[in-house]
């Protein structure tokens, strides 16, 4: 499956962005999702999770209540709306796909390139 993300970019403080995740090559709905975050020097951490029919979302503790995961199968796409943002939400974000919902999962079946999140104070 491949997979292409966007909607990064540069915020203040406090405000939004919604990022997504368009997915093509394969069935969707065969995969559970999933967002990563890598900050310069420090280790790709998974951000959030959702299972294939969206029944079931993980959040790492520092973004729940902020970020929501969701995702819309007939669009193919799966999406990340990071609300309140922080500076310490600022990294590279990556969307990825593995048939298995494991929320902890350390390497995904495939991964999209990066996109690109500041949050400026």
């Given at each position: 499956?491949?997979?292409?993300?966007?909607?990064?970019?540069?915020?203040?403080a406090?405000?939004?962005?919604?990022?997504?995740c368009?997915?093509?090559?394969?069935?969707?709905?065969?995969?559970?999702?999933?967002?990563?975050?890598?900050?310069?020097?420090?280790?790709?951490?998974?951000?959030?999770?959702?299972?294939?029919?969206?029944?079931?979302?993980?959040?790492?503790?520092?973004?729940?209540?902020?970020?929501?995961?969701?995702?819309?199968?007939?669009?193919?796409?799966?999406?990340?709306?990071?609300?309140?943002?922080?500076?310490?939400?600022?990294?590279?974000?990556?969307?990825?796909?593995?048939?298995?919902?494991?929320?902890?999962?350390?390497?995904?079946?495939?991964?999209?390139?990066?996109t690109?999140?500041?949050?400026?104070?």
């Amino acid at each position: 499956v491949q997979l292409q993300a966007s909607g990064g970019g540069l915020v203040q403080a406090g405000g939004s962005l919604r990022l997504s995740c368009a997915a093509s090559g394969r069935t969707f709905t065969s995969y559970s999702m999933y967002w990563f975050r890598q900050a310069p020097g420090k280790e790709r951490d998974p951000v959030a999770a959702i299972s294939w029919r969206g029944r079931s979302t993980f959040y790492i503790d520092s973004v729940k209540g902020r970020f929501t995961i969701s995702r819309d199968n007939a669009k193919n796409t799966v999406y990340l709306q990071m609300n309140n943002l922080k500076p310490e939400d600022t990294a590279a974000y990556y969307c990825a796909a593995d048939t298995r919902f494991a929320p902890r999962i350390a390497t995904p079946d495939y991964w999209g390139q990066g996109t690109q999140v500041t949050v400026s104070s």
